[in-house]
Nanobody
Framework: QVQLVESGGGLVQAGGSLRLSCAAS????????MGWFRQAPGKEREFVAV????????YYADSVKGRFTISRDNAKNTVYLELKSLKPEDTAVYYC????????????????????WGQGTQVTVSS
């Protein structure tokens, strides 16, 4: 398993921006697909975005498409999530996750293939 550490969360006003980072311990980071998920209080975990090993393929949740951007720097073993035009409903703990397996969008969205998860970083958007 790979160890993942998220950072970059915080309190921001609606319409603002944040950039989340997730640093991975893996020597073979480029062999992992990396995803971001989020969980709001009292709600189920929700898929946000995923990127394939080289960043050539990405999927986004409809709720964040056009506002959030996932990217990765394999030289730094880091995946990023750029959050723009934030809304109060984006408030959640954001988790990054890693998997060797790339599958259909439905499978990636389910999160079932991800075997390594970070501890999460809190994002709070005030209205």
């Amino acid at each position: 398993q790979v160890q993942l550490v998220e950072s970059g969360g915080g309190l921001v006003q609606a319409g603002g921006s944040l950039r989340l980072s997730c640093a991975a311990s893996a020597y073979t980071f480029s062999s992992y697909a990396m995803g971001w998920f989020r969980q709001a209080p009292g709600k189920e975990r929700e898929f946000v975005a995923v990127t394939r090993w080289s960043g050539d393929r990405t999927y986004y949740a409809d709720s964040v498409k056009g506002r959030f951007t996932i990217s990765r720097d394999n030289a730094k073993n880091t995946v990023y999530l750029e959050l723009k035009s934030l809304k109060p409903e984006d408030t959640a703990v954001y988790y990054c996750a890693a998997t060797h397996r790339w599958d259909t969008a439905a499978t990636m969205v389910s999160g079932e293939t991800f075997g390594s998860w970070g501890q999460g970083t809190q994002v709070t958007v005030s209205s």
